[in-house]
């Protein structure tokens, strides 16, 4: 006899169809307010901004955080604010980035974007503005972790609403995609990045450079592994040819 699979509503506690809901405000992070509005009215918000009523707007903005006035008021964020929800490093500091990798030419992703769409070539970017292209522009520590931002209800919206006004759109993410490749394959990028790498590890700041390189391939990580695997054997074998040789026991009579 088979056995019936427990659905949300075995638990007598629950009323029908409540347990789903119930889940989804212990585990939510953001603002209660985002949870009674519907995806449909963050989708209008994304893709039919200018067609919200006031009513819609103060619905949004009745949510108290950055994500509502990106969805509410688009046009009123400031840049600051637009580069926090796209997920990027601060303004400051990512302005201050590329131009110290540009040698003070640009300052700013739209420039950097358009030099890359303009040439259709990487070869002549510095390996640090290489490596924000790669990022995303995004910060080192948000590499390959979940982002719980996008899990509150209404922020995916309020993201690509930002990312579609600044210009970032699929071609962007395709041009990641190719400085990605660009990094792998071209050897004097490459050997950049093995000379930065081994001088990050002789100064203990190893980690930095592997949280960067290992999930983006600019570093031949395996060729790294193979080599930290290699001292590992040596060492051991060393160690095992320095050890006094077992002392020998007399037979028995």
């Known amino acids: 006899m088979a056995l019936k699979r427990p659905s949300w509503t075995a638990c007598p506690y629950f009323p029908e169809g409540c347990r789903p ?3 989804q405000k212990i585990w939510h992070r953001g603002p209660r307010e985002a949870l009674n509005l519907s995806q449909a ?24 955080d950055l994500a509502a006035k990106a969805l509410a008021n688009p046009d009123t964020l400031t840049q600051a604010e637009r580069y926090e929800i796209m997920g990027w490093i601060p303004l400051e500091p ?11 030419q640009m300052s700013t992703p739209k420039e950097l974007l358009d030099k890359v769409r303009q040439t259709s070539s990487f070869d002549s970017l510095t390996v640090d503005a290489l490596e924000l292209l ?6 080192v520590s948000a590499l390959g972790a979940p982002e719980l931002f996008l899990d509150i209800p209404g ?18 993410e395709n ?12 050897p004097k990028v490459r050997a950049e990045r093995r000379a930065k ?19 983006f391939g600019c570093l031949s990580m395996q060729d790294y592994l193979k080599r930290v695997q290699e001292e590992a054997m040596s060492q051991a074998l060393a160690a095992g040819s320095e050890q006094p040789a077992p002392p020998s026991h007399p037979a028995e009579p």
């Open 21 to 23: 809901a119930l889940w």
């Open 41 to 64: 009215l963050s989708t209008k918000a994304e893709t039919q901004n200018d067609q919200l009523s006031d009513d819609e707007r103060a619905r949004f903005l009745a949510r108290g």
């Open 134 to 139: 790669i990022q995303g522009f995004r910060p």
């Open 94 to 104: 990512l302005h201050q980035t590329i131009r110290d990798a540009t040698g003070g």
């Open 175 to 186: 041009l990641y995609g190719r400085a990605m490749a660009y990094c792998s394959t071209d």
């Open 197 to 215: 790498f081994e001088a990050a590890e002789a100064n203990g700041e190893k980690g930095l450079l592997v949280q960067l390189a290992e999930p």
């Open 155 to 172: 922020n995916k919206e309020a993201r690509r609403l930002i990312q579609a006004r600044e210009g970032v759109d699929e071609d962007t």
